[in-house]
Nanobody
Framework: VQLQAFGGGLVQAGDSLRLSCVLS????????VGWFRQAPGKEREFVAA????????YYADSVKGRFTISRENAKNTVFLQMNSLKPEDTAAYYC???????????????????WGQGAQVTVSS
């Protein structure tokens, strides 16, 4: 069971990036997937999540309207489209998955069983 995040990079404020989280060893349709981020010296924070049942999406207030999470079950991949990036979006971004996540834990990183490595996103001003 493995998750791999791709697509990080160095961009300027106002630019866009798309992160991909590829799941291997299990079928995406049975899992809820979240994106979290952690900046140096700060705690990990929730960014966005998409549930396995119905594909409902959830966002942190700081990214709502700018970021979009989506999934392509046939490709076992979850995407995070990030538009209008700001310097404060600079962080390592992690994807995580869980098969039994309940709604009340959707923003709680400790509730996710599987984690990928981070993808660094750096936004210059």
């Amino acid at each position: 069971v493995q998750l791999q995040a791709f697509g990080g990079g160095l961009v300027q404020a106002g630019d866009s990036l798309r992160l991909s989280c590829v799941l291997s060893g299990f079928t995406l349709s049975g899992y809820s997937v979240g994106w979290f981020r952690q900046a140096p010296g700060k705690e990990r924070e929730f960014v966005a999540a998409i549930r396995r049942n119905g594909g409902h999406t959830y966002y942190a207030d700081s990214v709502k309207g700018r970021f979009t999470i989506s999934r392509e079950n046939a490709k076992n991949t979850v995407f995070l489209q990030m538009n209008s990036l700001k310097p404060e979006d600079t962080a390592a971004y992690y994807c995580a998955a869980d098969s039994s996540l309940i709604l009340s834990n959707i923003r709680n990183g400790y509730a996710y069983d599987w984690w990928g490595q981070g993808a660094q996103v750096t936004v210059s001003s």
